[in-house]
Every structure is written in C-alpha cells, then in structure tokens.
T-cell receptor, first 116, second 116 residues
Framework: AQKITQTQPGMFVQEKEAVTLDCTYD???????LFWYKQPSSGEMIFLIY??????QNATEGRYSLNFQKARKSANLVISASQLGDSAMYFC?????????????FGKGTKLTVNP | DADVTQTPRNRITKTGKRIMLECSQT?????MYWYRQDPGLGLRLIYY???????NKGEISDGYSVSRQAQAKFSLSLESAIPNQTALYFC???????????????FGPGTRLLVL
C-alpha cells in the first residue's frame, strides 16, 4: 500500500536547538515527490520543502533540510536553530502519478513544540 | 493579496442542506485540488482537476461534487450535507507537471465547516 508514516505524534525541542521529524513512505513507483508542510495553529498549510525521487542531493531551504534516504524510504525533516515560531503541526506528503492519474498521500502529522 | 483564496472561511449548516465552497487562485496554475482534514487523519484528497475540462475523483469523493468554472476557480459542493462532513477543507493549486518544485501544491487558508 502506498502510504506515509509519521511515527512521532508530538515532539519537543529547546529554542535554538535542531530537531528531526521522521517520515517514512511506502511505494513501488520509481517516480514520486516528497513534501513537507507546516500548519500553525491558525490553520493554513505552508509549503516548506520538496524532494524528488530522482534528486541526487538532499533538498535544503533555509533552516529546513530534508534527509532523504531512498533505500530506507525515509524523508526526515531537519529544522536547525529552532525558533518559537516553529511550533506547529508538520505534515509529510508523497505525490504519485500513475497512468495520468494523480494521488497525493499525507501523513497524520507531528506536533512540534519549541520551548523557550 | 493571497494567491489562493477560499470562501467562506467558516460555515455552519444543517443536515440535508446543499452548500458550496469556493476557491480562486491568481497563481496561474492549471491544477487545482480539494482536500479535507480531520483530526488524527491528516489530509485526504476529495477531487482534483488538471484543467477546465478535466475532473478526477480523489480518495474520498462520495457525497461531494466539484465544478471547474475557469482556470482560476474550482468549487466544491456538498449536495446534502451530513454531520460526518464536518471538517477543515483546503483548496490547493500546482503548476502543470514538470517535475521538481513545480509539483509543489500551494494551499488556501481553509474553510471550517460544521454540519449540525
């Protein structure tokens, strides 16, 4: 089955420290995309970072980096130098395209709390 | 101004009523999507459209219908609302598939729907 698993319902980190949010995925398709989104308490979904299945290098966007380990089917999000404003829900998602149809699968999310 | 807007932002309705949620985008993207978010279940795809003449069912389309009135507008209808359709609904857009970051989906602010 094609699915995304986020095993950490909640995570806590001290301000200015780094934190890793886990994401594993399951698919037999050779071509897929992996995304991370942030959802603050206000509810909007904010795109953070993208990794393509054929990308040779790990994606980075400012303080966000994606630790992509294809053989292990993991796509963990690393947030460096955590800030209080990073407290939010974080969702990992996988996009699949099969025979012209599209499927986007989201994990159940991880709630990150940054402590001062 | 926001690139993806949703109206209304909040809606309370009664069982059996027909309601429409609207989505507009100024990003010039061809692809548009409707998702619902339930606590503990992440986001699930309801319908998606690759262009004005293309409508596709997602994971949970039963009880919903959509209309793509123009490239920039994609509406979601609940023909006869029921309480288990109470959820947070998101519209999203993405560029025509070209791989890489073009696959990124950008979300609207969400519509909170309560069906009594």
């Amino acid at each position: 089955a094609q699915k995304i698993t986020q095993t950490q319902p909640g995570m806590f980190v001290q301000e200015k420290e780094a934190v890793t949010l886990d994401c594993t995925y399951d698919t037999s398709d050779p071509s897929y995309g992996l995304f991370w989104y942030k959802q603050p308490s206000s509810g909007e979904m904010i795109f953070l970072i993208y990794q393509g299945s054929y990308d040779q290098q790990n994606a980075t966007e400012g303080r966000y980096s994606l630790n992509f380990q294809k053989a292990r089917k993991s796509a963990n999000l690393v947030i460096s130098a955590s800030q209080l404003g990073d407290s939010a829900m974080y969702f990992c998602a996988m996009r699949l395209t099969q025979g012209g149809s599209e499927k986007l699968v989201f994990g159940k999310g991880t709630k990150l709390t940054v402590n001062p | 101004d926001a690139d993806v807007t949703q109206t209304p932002r909040n809606r309370i309705t009664k069982t059996g009523k027909r309601i429409m949620l609207e989505c507009s985008q100024t990003k010039g993207h061809d692809r548009m999507y409707w998702y619902r978010q339930d606590p503990g279940l992440g986001l699930r795809l309801i319908y998606y459209s690759f262009d004005v003449k293309d409508i596709n069912k997602g994971e949970i389309s039963d009880g919903y219908s959509v209309s793509r009135q123009a490239q920039a507008k994609f509406s979601l209808s609940l023909e006869s609302a029921i309480p288990n359709q109470t959820a947070l609904y998101f519209c999203a857009t993405s560029d025509l598939g070209g791989g890489g970051n073009q696959e990124t989906q950008y979300f609207g602010p969400g519509t909170r729907l309560l069906v009594l």
